[in-house]
């Protein structure tokens, strides 16, 4: 495909999102619903990821640090 | 502790990890296709693919030496990433389905379809199953695309009424304009023969001034004229069979000649993908049917060994007869049976063979004489030879051809032939003189001529589509070119396109075809020329380009090769 200018993609790939995800064939207010709903998921899990995937990161490395890391020698002497 | 603790976290993790393993493995899937084609490393090549679509399409010819030539056909795997968009895009139209459902359930929205009254509320719901559910929600939405009025002789050219539709193709109405010279892909006229002047129309209209248009009685008492007989004699020596019977009604060939031949104890074996007159026919004779594999030679061995070492269910005594049932050149899948094989296995196994030629009569072999002529076989080899006047000829009706004693017993038993009106003697007419003309009794070439550019259109045509990357099934040499779309928008949006460019196609969905195989189906005729077969070419490929609809893993040649000029075809 031979594009003239920025816009003319964006509307193609508009195209295909349509197709691909069959909305293509939909009223104008059920695919503004879908739109809206897709858009809104995405946002959220974009926005709880910026928001809790370091806090995630930090305490999953503390946790296996933890379990993993420091095993302190005294088991060694009571099992012994 | 330790594990719940383990399990809480993998759980709040997931929503992020799943989506940044998709981010991952699109930029690896990127990197490496980039790394391969630095290095020089090839995808797949051809044979691995092909090996790979016979995995999905088992029926190898197990048996070659039977065939005279290369029997190629081609069925190619749907790609993984395209069945799972199309069953999400279904997926989501379901959805709003159901939400439409709802709103008419309630009165928030119009209900343009029809509904149970308000008395029937108790009764058994009528309209729950998922083809209404089907029809109301999908079908409807991407309507416009099938039953275009068209106003003129279907040629390879033909004039739509425009129409337009105020609610979502819920109602039409005629705009008062008249879309000129559409290029018509979807007609079955093979031969051209779909004329308004011309000497087949010359000799209808004669006919219809020495008999008129029909005499309202059966074959059986006043219906039959010299021109029936004359028809059936004509048949018989283009089948080369003993004795043939011509029918008003294609459709009613099948399904009420099936009936007359087999009925209790009898067992028909039938090809999955046979048309709906046959399994009609089928369900109406009262015998055991039992279906194999599409063309799959194995299936239907394994069928007949069980249906003779078993019998009969519970009384285990021999089946009276037992019927294959195949067609010529399947309809949706542009597959020719494979006749050598079947006609083997039914003297192997002393079963009886019904051959439905609806498509290939008139579209096959060098004389036209369908699939027995195309693979050289004697039609002697096959018990029944159905076909129909409709495609090829240009008419109306069906035939039947056979042993004289078969054709003498269906005069009198046949319901179509007992109670069914003759056929109209233009119509009769019509037959006679394209016939004579594929025959080459009328004395010209005509008819060859008309053949060879048939031959010659389907695989020119067979050939660009292949080349542009499109996934197209079927036997090389069959004349039906189906052209896969998969997703349910892409069916309206291609029909939509195609029209825009002034291209009337035919789209295939769902009740017609498996969900997500999804295809638009091409009919090339001999009267398509060259040019009219290059601009639909070049607006497929425009459209392809523009849908995406260039599925193909198999290795083409690059577009600089120059994929529209005929130099590169004829080189090879």
Redesign the interface.
């Given at each position: 495909m031979n594009f003239k200018n920025l816009r003319e993609y964006l509307a193609w790939l508009y195209y295909q999102y349509l197709l691909i995800t069959g909305i293509y064939v939909l009223e104008p207010w059920e695919k503004s619903i879908f739109n809206s709903i897709l858009f809104s998921v995405i946002a959220m899990v974009i926005y709880t990821s910026y928001v809790f995937v370091p806090i995630h990161v930090r305490l999953a490395l503390e946790f296996f640090t933890r379990m993993f890391g420091g095993q302190p020698e005294s088991t060694m002497t009571l099992m012994t | 502790m330790?594990e719940m603790?383990i399990f809480l976290?993998l759980f709040?993790?997931c929503?992020?990890f799943t989506?940044l393993l998709l981010l991952l493995y699109i930029c690896a899937t990127k990197l490496f296709g980039f790394i391969f084609k630095c290095i020089g490393l090839k995808r797949k090549t051809a044979e691995e693919y092909d090996k790979g679509s016979i995995i999905k399409n088992p029926n190898v010819p197990h048996n070659p030496s039977l065939y005279k030539k290369p029997f190629v056909e081609s069925f190619e795997e749907t790609p993984l990433m395209v069945a799972v968009?199309t069953y999400?895009?279904?997926g989501?139209?379901t959805i709003?389905g159901y939400?439409r459902d709802f709103l008419r359930q309630w009165n928030i929205e119009k209900r343009h379809i029809a509904r149970e009254r308000d008395e029937q509320k108790d009764f058994v719901p009528l309209y729950q199953d998922f083809e209404n559910f089907y029809n109301r929600n999908?079908y409807i939405?991407?309507r416009d695309n099938w039953n275009r009025p068209v106003c003129s002789v279907p040629g390879p050219k033909m004039d739509l009424i425009e129409r337009s539709t105020p609610n979502?193709n819920w109602t039409f109405e005629y705009t008062g304009r008249v879309l000129k010279d559409v290029l018509n892909l979807g007609s079955y006229n093979y031969l051209g023969f779909a004329e308004n002047k011309g000497p087949c129309a010359d000799a209808a209209i004669e006919a219809t001034q020495a008999y008129g248009v029909g005499v309202g009685s059966t074959r059986c008492e006043m219906g039959n004229l010299d021109i029936h007989e004359e028809l059936e004699q004509l048949v018989a020596r283009f089948l080369g069979v003993e004795s043939s019977m011509a029918f008003g009604m294609g459709f009613a060939t099948n399904s009420m000649n099936i009936p007359a031949l087999t009925g209790k104890g009898c067992l028909i074996l039938s090809d999955e993908l046979n048309h709906a007159s046959l399994v009609l026919g089928a369900r109406l004779s009262s015998s055991t049917i039992r279906v194999f594999k599409h063309n799959n030679m194995q299936s239907l061995e394994k069928l007949l060994r069980d249906a003779i070492v078993h019998g009969q269910p519970r009384t285990h005594r021999p089946w009276k007869k037992i019927l294959i049932v195949v067609e010529g050149i399947y309809s949706m899948e542009g597959s020719i049976v494979r006749l050598p094989e079947i006609i083997a296995l039914k003297k192997h196994y002393k079963a009886y063979l019904y051959l439905d030629e609806a498509h290939s009569i008139g579209a096959l072999g060098p004389n036209g004489k369908g699939v027995v002529d195309y693979f050289g076989l004697d039609p002697k080899d096959v018990d029944i030879m159905m076909g129909t006047f409709t495609k090829s000829f240009g008419a109306a009706g069906g035939y039947i051809g056979g042993k004289k004693e078969l054709i003498d017993y269906l005069r009198c038993h046949s319901h179509s032939a007992v109670y069914a009106t003759s056929m109209s003697p233009p119509v009769a007419q019509q037959i006679i003189t394209s016939m004579k003309i594929i025959m080459g009794e009328d004395g010209t070439t005509l008819g060859a001529d008309r053949l060879r550019q048939l031959h010659e259109n389907t695989t020119y045509f067979r050939r660009k589509l292949h080349d542009m990357g499109l996934i197209i099934y079927g036997n090389e040499d069959s004349p039906v070119i189906p052209m896969m779309l998969y997703?349910?928008?892409?069916i309206?949006?291609f029909g939509r396109q195609m029209l825009k460019k002034n291209i009337g196609i035919v789209g295939v969905g769902f009740p017609a075809t498996p969900i997500i195989e999804s295809r638009a189906r091409f009919c090339v005729s001999a009267a398509h020329t060259r040019e009219m077969l290059n601009t639909a070419l070049d607006a497929i490929n425009e459209v392809g380009?523009?849908?995406?609809l260039k599925y193909s893993r198999r290795e083409r040649p690059l577009p600089s090769l120059g994929w529209m000029s005929d130099e590169s075809l004829l080189k090879d």
């Open positions: - | 330790f603790t976290y709040f993790f929503q992020h989506m968009l999400m895009g279904y989501i139209l709003f939400l999908l939405r991407i979502y997703m349910p928008a892409k309206g949006a380009d523009l849908l995406q």
